[in-house]
T-cell receptor, first 112, second 111 residues
Framework: DTAVSQTPKYLVTQMGNDKSIKCEQN?????MYWYKQDSKKFLKIMFS???????INETVPNRFSPKSPDKAHLNLHINSLELGDSAVYFC???????????FGQGTRLTVV | GENVEQHPSTLSVQEGDSAVIKCTYS??????FPWYKQELGKRPQLIID?????GEKKDQRIAVTLNKTAKHFSLHITETQPEDSAVYFC??????????FGAGTTVTVRA
């Protein structure tokens, strides 16, 4: 019955590799997000999608490419991983016209 | 864009005492102000929210107040318990697509 689920939960990879994180929500929400939480716990929005359309791209390097095949899924692909990409990445969703965000359990990405 | 500042960054309270966290925001168009609680290793979860047409909202031991003129809002936790220990985030939004978060407050409740 998980509302927002993302996989994998942990991801350890070497610099320069390409990796993907998947996110799915079964809440019927129209809007989905990716947030990055750094080591100081700061939560920063990266992308926002509404009904599969990109709404917000918060000056994220173009090595990060989100893809929304349908409104229940928002995946994040990262090319040429760098040490500074190490963080916890949270997927979230919210209903249309309501900004309460429901978060996934997070993906802890470690780049070595 | 919206800028949200949150204070203090850490807060230690004795069990049973009250805890207060304060946030200020920059965009006067912001109209939605949620508070999230994040326990260690877990996801952020909404605990209470307030909209700009309301000055105060209460839910059991937690309450939020909003001063639109001064552009600040606060979270109050009364009769704190050990399970209240967590990181608390305030946020502000002026549209339906983006929440701007404060930097977080680590609350520790001492038994």
């Amino acid at each position: 019955d998980t509302a927002v689920s993302q996989t994998p939960k942990y991801l350890v990879t070497q610099m320069g590799n390409d990796k993907s994180i998947k996110c799915e929500q079964n809440l019927g929400h129209d809007t989905m997000y990716w947030y990055k939480q750094d080591s100081k716990k700061f939560l920063k929005i990266m992308f926002s999608y509404n009904n599969k359309e990109l709404i917000i791209n918060e000056t994220v390097p173009n090595r990060f490419s989100p893809k929304s095949p349908d409104k229940a899924h928002l995946n994040l692909h990262i090319n040429s991983l760098e040490l500074g990409d190490s963080a916890v990445y949270f997927c979230a969703s919210s209903p249309w016209g309501n900004t309460e965000a429901f978060f996934g359990q997070g993906t802890r990405l470690t780049v070595v | 864009g919206e800028n949200v500042e949150q204070h203090p960054s850490t807060l230690s309270v004795q069990e049973g005492d009250s805890a207060v966290i304060k946030c200020t925001y920059s965009d006067s168009a912001s109209n939605y102000f949620p508070w999230y609680k994040q326990e260690l290793g877990k996801r952020p979860q909404l605990i209470i929210d307030i909209r700009s047409n309301v000055g105060e909202k209460k839910d059991q031991r937690i309450a939020v107040t909003l001063n639109k003129t001064a552009k600040h809002f606060s979270l109050h936790i009364t009769e704190t318990q050990p399970e209240d220990s967590a990181v608390y985030f305030c946020a502000a939004s002026w549209n339906d697509y983006k929440l701007s978060f404060g930097a977080g407050t680590t609350v520790t409740v001492r038994a």
